[in-house]
């Protein structure tokens, strides 16, 4: 009953404009008091009517829970897709979708860039479970392809990718998994679905880590899966109350209200970022800028089809080497020394000891003198003045 809701109300939506479903899709007025924001349903249970006579399908808040109800209307609505679910992380989510999708024997393709706690997933606990993986370059299409054998169930793919930026050309993987009849998953975490729409471009599943972006405000850990299949979300819906790594309701409730304001957030990340990125080219210290706005980057002619903006997410290598990039780092003031992305203010990291530390001595192994940023939307003069000192 609830997966109907579900598809009614993104169905409802989809005419609107982002900006528009962003504020309004799962927002309905609460009935009781017409309060214009959902409540929190901060409830374990719930009364029946008689043996099976369930109120608006809830019985027990791990497996559905009007909060949360709102947060995956919403979710689909965005991405224009079937079904969403809303988890505790984005890596909840993601174990949700592999243990859905795959059996003992099944293999997988990964990109080489991938998020490392992705690949920690695959390769410490998956693995494990006996399932094989591949690592390949997603933005190479050959290499994809000869990365699928007989037993390949899935392609993965993150674009942007973090934190190496690389882009992926959603539109052709997912013709490449068409053809052999796999799945293409895509980690939408970075771009957002305001500034792309993987679903429309042919891939299956999207996977977000709502902590970033999409909650906005660096104060809520949460994962989502949005289906363009039906059936496989209510597939994975019934793996998710099975396997009961659901997002609660407070949790719900404040990516639900960071969502709303996504749109004009994600237009001046982008703005910001496009300044920085613009300073950090010309200056002395910095030997490569990694953003797919920038024409020489090679993915920039599929990032300007298949995104609106480029994203407030920026990596660069420095003179020095491993070193003067954990100094960068350290002396860095307004950006925040912090893991994490997306909130509304900026951070700096270093990749190679912090979130991508257990990737090190692997295919996915990240340059020792990378610094990441996450571009939040204060003043860009005071974010490049402290860049600036930073850099010395």
């Known amino acids: 009953m609830v997966g109907t809701t579900l598809l009614t109300m993104s169905d409802q939506h989809s005419h609107q404009n982002f900006e528009t479903r962003a504020i309004h899709a799962g927002n309905t007025a609460d009935p009781l008091t017409g309060a214009v924001v959902p409540p929190i349903y901060q409830v374990s249970t719930y009364k029946q009517d008689g043996v099976g006579g ?28 079937r079904r969403g679910l809303a988890f505790a992380s984005g890596l909840a989510a993601e174990d949700c ?24 997933l695959f390769a410490k606990v998956v693995q494990r479970w006996g399932v094989d993986f591949s690592v390949a370059n997603t933005s190479d299409i050959a290499a994809v392809r000869a990365a699928v054998n007989d037993r390949t169930k899935l392609i993965w793919v993150e674009t942007p990718s973090n934190p190496l930026l690389g882009i992926t050309d959603i539109e052709a993987i997912a013709g490449v998994a068409r053809h052999a009849g796999v799945k293409l998953v895509v980690d939408n975490t970075f771009a957002s679905p305001y500034l792309q729409q993987p679903l429309a471009l042919g891939a299956d599943v999207v996977v977000h880590s709502l902590t970033k972006y999409m909650g906005g405000h660096s104060d809520v850990v949460g994962g989502a899966l949005v289906t363009a299949d039906e059936a ?7 793996h998710q109350n099975a396997m009961g790594a659901i997002a609660g309701p407070f949790d719900s409730w404040i990516v639900l209200r960071g969502i709303k304001t996504l749109a004009v957030r994600m237009d001046r990340h982008s703005e910001n970022a496009e300044k920085i990125v613009e300073m950090l080219t010309q200056h002395p210290k910095v030997t490569q800028v990694l953003y797919p706005g920038l024409p020489e980057h090679p993915g920039h002619e599929i990032a300007a089809k298949q995104m609106r903006s480029f994203g407030g997410m920026i990596s660069f290598r420095v003179q020095g080497g491993e070193e003067a990039a954990v100094e960068v780092c350290n002396r860095a003031q307004l950006f925040t020394l912090g893991e994490s992305l997306g909130g509304v203010e900026s951070l700096i990291e270093h990749p190679g000891r912090m979130t991508h530390a257990s990737v090190a ?17 204060e003043n860009v003069d005071d974010l490049l003045a402290d860049l600036r000192q930073a850099l010395g």
């Not at 809830?58 to 897709?81: I, K, M």
């Not at 859905?100 to 990964?110: A, E, F, K, Q």
């Not at 001595?361 to 939307?377: F, H, Q, T, W, Y």
Request: proline content about 5%.
């Open 54 to 81: 369930l109120r608006g399908g809830y019985e027990y808040s791990r497996s559905a829970n009007p909060t949360r109800t709102a947060l995956e209307e919403n979710l689909a609505a965005l991405e224009g897709g």
């Open 97 to 120: 979708l592999l243990r859905t999708l795959l059996s003992p024997g099944d293999h997988v393709v990964i990109p080489n860039d991938a998020y490392g706690g992705t690949f920690r």
């Open 232 to 238: 496989l979300g209510e597939e994975l819906a019934y």
């Open 361 to 377: 001595g692997s295919a996915l192994e990240v340059p020792a003198d990378l610094v990441r940023l996450s571009v939040g939307i």
